[in-house]
């Protein structure tokens, strides 16, 4: 089966500006995830979709990330403004079911300067 | 408590060597404990799993150990190679709840 994916692979901008991620997840997987990875450290949850309803954004700075499932398929991540502690790998997962595991796309390096 | 905590924060082992990972929990709710392995530039894949009914799990060259008491689970990572080098995360995750925690990940590097 064809992986998570995820555009673009690096991303470089300058603080204050935005910028967006996308993601397309594993076909029939219901629930989507987007990780922010820091070096060095281990992934955080930001937010969790099921299908296009958000289960849990406790996490996300919501007064600059924003997140959307459109038809429960393909998921955008935005940031806006961008802050130098934004710099971190994004990593969009999907699961079927949390037993067998997540499926984690390649991820979005992200480098805010 | 949603932390895990994970130790060591990088780790050594020649060739043919046994690497031994640590995590620890407080949340006595977690009943899913899976490990991951991250290779530099992908996202991390699932490794093995265990559940707190059972104290050990075996996956070819991988086992996981639980201590249920102890609120701790390791892995170990028999007759290491050095495909094996990679960054390796525990993770825990509540009934219910189809997300999970994970630890600050350990940097395994395997000399030949």
């Known amino acids: 089966e064809a992986g998570v994916a995820q555009s673009p692979r690096y991303k470089i901008i300058e603080k204050r500006q935005s910028v967006a991620f996308w993601c397309n997840p594993i076909?029939?997987?219901?629930?989507l995830y987007w990780y922010q990875q820091i070096l060095g450290q281990g992934p955080k949850l930001l937010i969790q979709?099921?299908?296009?309803?958000?289960?849990?954004d406790s996490q996300l700075p919501k007064d600059r990330f924003s997140a959307e499932r459109l038809k429960g398929v393909d998921s955008t991540l935005k940031i806006q403004p961008a802050k130098l502690e934004d710099s971190a790998v994004y990593l969009c997962?999907?699961?079927?079911?949390?037993?067998?595991?997540?499926?984690f796309g390649s991820g979005t390096r992200l480098t805010v300067v | 408590q949603q932390q895990v905590k994970q130790s060591p924060q990088s780790l050594i082992v020649q060739k043919g060597g046994i690497s031994i990972i640590n995590c620890a929990y407080e949340?006595?709710?977690?009943?899913?404990f899976p490990w991951y392995q991250q290779f530099p530039g992908k996202g991390p894949a699932l490794l093995i799993a265990i559940r707190p009914d059972v104290s050990e799990k075996k996956e070819g060259r991988f086992t996981i150990s639980f201590n249920k008491s102890a609120k701790q689970f390791s892995l170990h990572i028999m007759d290491s190679q050095p495909g094996d080098s990679a960054t390796y995360f525990c993770?825990?995750?509540?009934?219910?709840?189809?997300?999970?925690?994970f630890g600050t990940g350990t940097r395994l590097l395997v000399s030949p």
């Open positions: 076909s029939g997987h219901a629930t």
């Open positions: 949340n006595t709710a977690f009943d899913y």
């Open positions: 993770a825990a995750s509540m009934p219910g709840f189809q997300k999970l925690v």
């Open positions: 979709f099921q299908n296009n309803g958000v289960v849990d």
């Open positions: 997962a999907s699961s079927l079911d949390l037993q067998v595991g997540y499926t």
